[in-house]
Every structure is written in structure tokens, then in C-alpha cells.
């Protein structure tokens, strides 16, 4: 059973920077796609980024280009640099994982394990 813990939100003013990171333990061999998802006040969950575990790949939702990079850092711990933070970016942040290999990354049905969520809060 694979087992997914993240940390590193926090609060920040608007234009600044945080990194999150998810530590994934357990049969982490079998994970193919890892990725962030987000779900604001009021708001449905969203897809953040993702990466592929196999060749590297990786993809995020159009409103945090050139300001968010997700990457693998060793082994099966995968962070979300954050930067230019606005205030719309104010939400609970998960990380997942999946099994499957065609997985539709950014469609959050298609991952198997979920992170507890760790809270960014964006000042203006």
C-alpha cells in the first residue's frame, strides 16, 4: 500500500515563493505518473502538474506555466516549486500517485493514492 505525505505550504504574500514536497513510501516501484492537484475555498479540485516517472515528462494546467515546476528530487519524493504566487492560488494542495501507465494525468479519477493536503494561503 503505497502511502503519500506532503508538506511545505504555508502562507506568503502574493509574488512570493514556496516548494512542496510529497514523500511517497511503500511499493513505489509500480508508480508510473505522480501529480498536484489543488481544490480551493468554495472551489472543485483541480490539476496543478504531473510528471511521468518513466521518461521524465511533465505538464501543468495553463495558469501556473512559467511560474510552478513540478520535479523528482530522489528517489520517490516529487516537489512543486512554487513562484509568483498570486492570491487565486490560495488552496489545499495534494499529491497523487497512479498505477497506471496511460493514465489521463491531469484527471484526477485516474490516481490510486492521495496525500493528506497541505494548505498554501496567498496574501494580496
Known amino acids: 500500500q503505497e502511502h503519500l505525505v506532503e508538506s511545505g505550504g504555508g502562507l506568503v504574500q502574493a509574488g512570493g515563493s514556496l516548494r512542496l514536497s510529497c514523500a511517497a513510501s511503500?511499493?513505489?516501484?509500480?508508480?508510473?505518473?505522480m501529480g498536484w492537484f489543488r481544490q480551493g475555498p468554495g472551489k472543485e479540485r483541480e490539476f496543478v502538474a504531473a510528471?511521468?516517472?518513466?521518461?521524465?515528462?511533465t505538464s501543468y494546467r495553463d495558469s501556473v506555466k512559467g511560474r510552478f515546476t513540478i520535479s523528482r528530487d530522489n528517489g520517490n519524493t516529487v516537489s512543486l516549486q512554487m513562484n509568483s504566487l498570486k492570491p487565486e492560488d490560495t488552496a489545499v494542495y495534494y499529491c497523487?500517485?497512479?498505477?497506471?501507465?496511460?493514465?489521463?494525468?491531469?484527471?484526477?479519477?485516474?490516481?490510486?493514492?492521495w496525500g493528506q493536503g497541505t494548505q498554501v494561503t496567498v496574501s494580496s
Open positions: 510528471l511521468n516517472f518513466i521518461d521524465g515528462g
Open positions: 497523487a500517485a497512479t498505477k497506471k501507465l496511460w493514465a489521463t494525468r491531469s484527471n484526477g479519477n485516474e490516481y490510486d493514492y
Open positions: 511503500g511499493r513505489t516501484s509500480s508508480i508510473y505518473h
